[in-house]
């Protein structure tokens, strides 16, 4: 099995506990994983040029950083990406990123093995938001054509790890172990449900008419989707 995770944030602070209590929680022993920490791995702004759109994700001007963690996310059975509530959002270094992987969401050109894989989203804030951010993780998890993402969020009433009630310390760490038994049950199982074929189905309705991108249209075609194939 391998894991990719991803850290919306350089500090370790709760969600980075709260992730790495996860991860351990799940690992087997030929468990690879490979561990990314926004800014410092994160590309550069994404200065809207429309690149990866339209000539290829080859030709952004940041591929090296950004195609890095695309191929590690590729080659993983589970995604793992935790985000702090900063202002009731995930932090700007992640979005960052996820800016940057448009041209895989399933209006574009969604990667086949996406189809297949399970996620995890973890957030927490010191007072409110860290529901909000698991959302948002979600969704970006969702356009990706993820089929599984479980969320887990908490509210741990402090600004450090070290100063997190133990009640709640508790309660987070009884709740961690339930949740990895399931989503190490779902890797290798995982298939796309109705709202995501769905959707699959209503982007590939609009690249059989599409007439303003090429790259996009040839891709489906080529994955032969807008014939009888499909990624699942």
Known sequence: ?????IHGQGHKGSTYHITD???SNVLTDDTI???YFMPKDSPDFCIGCYRCFNKGEECCPHADQVQTIVKS???SDLIMINSPAY????TGQLKTLFDHLGYMWLAHRPNDQMFNKVAVVISTA???GAKRVTRSLAKQMFWLGVPVVYQFSYNVNASSWEEVPDKIKRSIINEIPPLALKI???IGHAKPGMKLKLMFSIMR???KSNNWNMKDRDYWQKQGWLGKERPW
Do not use: H, N, P, Y
């Open 1 to 5: 099995m391998k894991i990719t995770i």
């Open 21 to 23: 209590m996860m991860r």
């Open 33 to 35: 994983v490979d561990e």
């Open 73 to 75: 996310i590729r080659e």
């Open 87 to 90: 202002c009731l959002e995930m």
């Open 126 to 128: 010191a007072g409110s």
């Open 184 to 186: 190490k049950k779902k």
């Open 205 to 207: 309705m609009m690249q």
